[in-house]
């Protein structure tokens, strides 16, 4: 059984549970940033100082600047002190006085969930020549945005509306909202963003786009959206990325939809053209490389992940990728050795101290029954304390026991004095044990024994007396014949 749970902020938690035991070692499917997800949802300050840590690392940004991106300063958009345009600006301020439920209401669950129908619309006619380019009925767009503003179900698929129709109404409802769907916070970290360009060897920079820090500064810019913002951004990117790719059919290509999109999403309100000047070529440059780019745009970076899960599985959180960088150094390596150390010595105290407490109660057990009235009960239980002296305490008038054993120190000095002194101790008394008791020998024998000095020495004189009592029964057996021969003539 599979079982998905999307959350507002687009977060999605995905299990499985498997009846089969053939599959119930399978590891658990689960959402990568799930720890990011609950950091962010739970812990918001926390979040927002990791994320923008990590940004101010790839781009620059002065006091002023990403004090509007932290929310501590109202952003100070182009144009705001220009008057010549500022009919126009009134102008467009008046159209989004009206207000309904859905179009020109900040954005909402609800609004997200009614313009969700025409982004799934679009889905199934992208090959509709000039979509989002052509303009579709005015009739028709309207009866369609009155439907979404009261909340009536559509039935877009019965053939009365117009892939165009759906379209326009979809670039009208972004329009309309009180800001453009990346926020006004975030309108000069996209500019910075925009200008990150490669380094050549000299250190010189480049007109060639860095898209790998692009691609992680946006990812990070994404993370500390408001959660309907980001949502909808989702659908939508992924809607123009779709699109994109059937340009053969619908001859939009991704820089064609981001002229198309960019003033929606992200030119402040309320500006103009003339406002905006240089900044026009680089804020649709953008636009683009998010299409391009948007299957990768939404996914926090490897180290904001590991981040997030230390911090509720580890024992401390990191605050930035050099952090990171930091674990997998020479040197952590060489902690390693020391970490154990530190663990085998708490194991060690927690078993001292288990062992105090039990000694402790023995003693406290045996006072109790030291004071109990004398009985048999009393004597066979002082009998049975008798085998475990450790448990008498010092100064008791109970009689003495034979010569107890002498226990080990359970303390953790004593700990300090075995692991030093211990070893050789234990080998001076393995080798008295072990050392056999000479035996009782004459003073010959001594005497013997030092004058030889070895058991070599000792064989050779053996042979020695052996040879010359040969010798002396042979000379004695000549003469013996001789005798008898002189006294037979």
């Given at each position: 059984?599979?079982?998905?749970?999307?959350?507002?902020?687009?977060?999605?938690?995905?299990?499985?549970?498997?009846?089969?035991?053939?599959?119930?070692?399978?590891?658990?499917i689960f959402n990568p940033d799930?720890?990011?997800?609950?950091?962010?949802?739970?812990?918001?300050?926390?979040?927002?100082?990791?994320?923008?840590?990590?940004?101010?690392?790839?781009?620059?940004?002065?006091?002023?600047?990403?004090?509007?991106?932290?929310?501590?300063?109202?952003?100070?958009?182009?144009?705001?002190?220009?008057?010549?345009?500022?009919?126009?600006?009134?102008?467009?301020?008046?159209?989004?006085?009206?207000?309904?439920?859905?179009?020109?209401?900040?954005?909402?669950?609800?609004?997200?969930?009614?313009?969700?129908?025409?982004?799934?619309?679009?889905?199934?006619?992208?090959?509709?020549?000039?979509?989002?380019?052509?303009?579709?009925?005015?009739?028709?767009?309207?009866?369609?945005?009155?439907?979404?503003?009261?909340?009536?179900?559509?039935?877009?698929?019965?053939?009365?509306?117009?892939?165009?129709?759906?379209?326009?109404?979809?670039?009208?409802?972004?329009?309309?909202?009180?800001?453009?769907?990346?926020?006004?916070?975030?309108?000069?970290?996209?500019?910075?963003?925009?200008?990150?360009?490669?380094?050549?060897?000299?250190?010189?920079?480049?007109?060639?786009?860095?898209?790998?820090?692009?691609?992680?500064?946006?990812?990070?810019?994404?993370?500390?959206?408001?959660?309907?913002?980001?949502?909808?951004?989702?659908?939508?990117?992924?809607?123009?990325?779709?699109?994109?790719?059937?340009?053969?059919?619908?001859?939009?290509?991704?820089?064609?939809l981001a002229l198309m999109f960019?003033?929606?999403?992200?030119?402040?309100?309320?500006?103009?053209?003339?406002?905006?000047?240089?900044?026009?070529?680089?804020?649709?440059?953008?636009?683009?490389?998010?299409?391009?780019?948007?299957?990768?745009?939404?996914?926090?970076?490897?180290?904001?992940?590991?981040?997030?899960?230390?911090?509720?599985?580890?024992?401390?959180?990191?605050?930035?990728?050099?952090?990171?960088?930091?674990?997998?150094?020479?040197?952590?390596?060489?902690?390693?050795?020391?970490?154990?150390?530190?663990?085998?010595?708490?194991?060690?105290?927690?078993?001292?101290?288990?062992?105090?407490?039990?000694?402790?109660?023995?003693?406290?057990?045996?006072?109790?029954?030291?004071?109990?009235?004398?009985?048999?009960?009393?004597?066979?239980?002082?009998?049975?304390?008798?085998?475990?002296?450790?448990?008498?305490?010092?100064?008791?008038?109970?009689?003495?026991?034979?010569?107890?054993?002498?226990?080990?120190?359970?303390?953790?000095?004593?700990?300090?004095?075995?692991?030093?002194?211990?070893?050789?101790?234990?080998?001076?008394?393995?080798?008295?044990?072990?050392?056999?008791?000479?035996?009782?020998?004459?003073?010959?024998?001594?005497?013997?024994?030092?004058?030889?000095?070895?058991?070599?020495?000792?064989?050779?004189?053996?042979?020695?007396?052996?040879?010359?009592?040969?010798?002396?029964?042979?000379?004695?057996?000549?003469?013996?014949?001789?005798?008898?021969?002189?006294?037979?003539?």
């Amino acid at each position: 059984i599979f079982f998905s749970f999307p959350s507002s902020s687009d977060a999605i938690c995905n299990f499985v549970i498997c009846n089969d035991s053939s599959l119930r070692s399978q590891p658990i499917i689960f959402n990568p940033d799930f720890f990011v997800e609950k950091l962010r949802h739970e812990k918001p300050e926390v979040f927002t100082e990791l994320v923008v840590s990590n940004i101010t690392r790839l781009i620059d940004l002065p006091g002023a600047e990403l004090a509007q991106l932290m929310g501590e300063e109202d952003p100070k958009l182009p144009g705001a002190n220009n008057t010549a345009s500022g009919f126009f600006r009134s102008l467009m301020s008046l159209k989004r006085k009206e207000k309904g439920v859905v179009f020109g209401s900040p954005l909402t669950e609800e609004g997200i969930a009614q313009v969700s129908q025409l982004i799934e619309y679009l889905h199934k006619n992208l090959r509709a020549e000039g979509l989002f380019r052509v303009p579709g009925n005015s009739i028709r767009q309207q009866i369609l945005k009155d439907a979404l503003n009261s909340g009536t179900d559509i039935d877009l698929d019965s053939g009365d509306f117009h892939s165009n129709d759906v379209a326009t109404l979809l670039k009208m409802f972004l329009g309309e909202l009180p800001e453009p769907l990346l926020t006004h916070k975030h309108f000069h970290a996209h500019l910075k963003i925009a200008d990150l360009m490669l380094f050549d060897e000299k250190g010189n920079k480049t007109s060639t786009p860095d898209k790998e820090r692009q691609i992680e500064a946006l990812q990070l810019l994404f993370l500390i959206l408001p959660a309907p913002n980001r949502s909808l951004l989702k659908l939508l990117l992924d809607l123009l990325y779709q699109t994109a790719k059937k340009q053969d059919k619908n001859k939009m290509s991704a820089h064609n939809l981001a002229l198309m999109f960019a003033p929606h999403i992200l030119w402040p309100r309320n500006v103009t053209a003339n406002d905006l000047q240089e900044n026009i070529t680089k804020l649709n440059n953008g636009v683009t490389f998010m299409i391009k780019h948007s299957q990768k745009l939404f996914k926090a970076p490897a180290y904001i992940r590991e981040c997030a899960r230390l911090h509720y599985l580890g024992s401390r959180a990191h605050t930035s990728k050099d952090d990171l960088d930091l674990l997998t150094s020479p040197g952590s390596k060489e902690m390693q050795p020391l970490k154990s150390q530190k663990r085998s010595r708490l194991d060690t105290c927690r078993q001292e101290e288990t062992q105090q407490r039990t000694e402790e109660a023995l003693k406290e057990l045996f006072r109790h029954v030291h004071n109990m009235p004398d009985s048999a009960k009393k004597k066979k239980l002082i009998r049975q304390f008798n085998k475990h002296p450790a448990a008498l305490t010092p100064g008791s008038d109970v009689p003495a026991s034979p010569a107890p054993r002498r226990t080990r120190s359970r303390s953790f000095s004593g700990l300090i004095k075995r692991k030093v002194l211990g070893t050789p101790v234990i080998l001076e008394r393995k080798s008295r044990d072990t050392t056999p008791e000479p035996e009782r020998v004459s003073k010959e024998n001594i005497h013997l024994l030092q004058k030889c000095g070895s058991p070599a020495h000792m064989s050779q004189v053996k042979l020695k007396s052996l040879e010359g009592r040969k010798e002396e029964s042979c000379r004695r057996t000549r003469a013996h014949l001789l005798s008898k021969d002189s006294s037979s003539l």
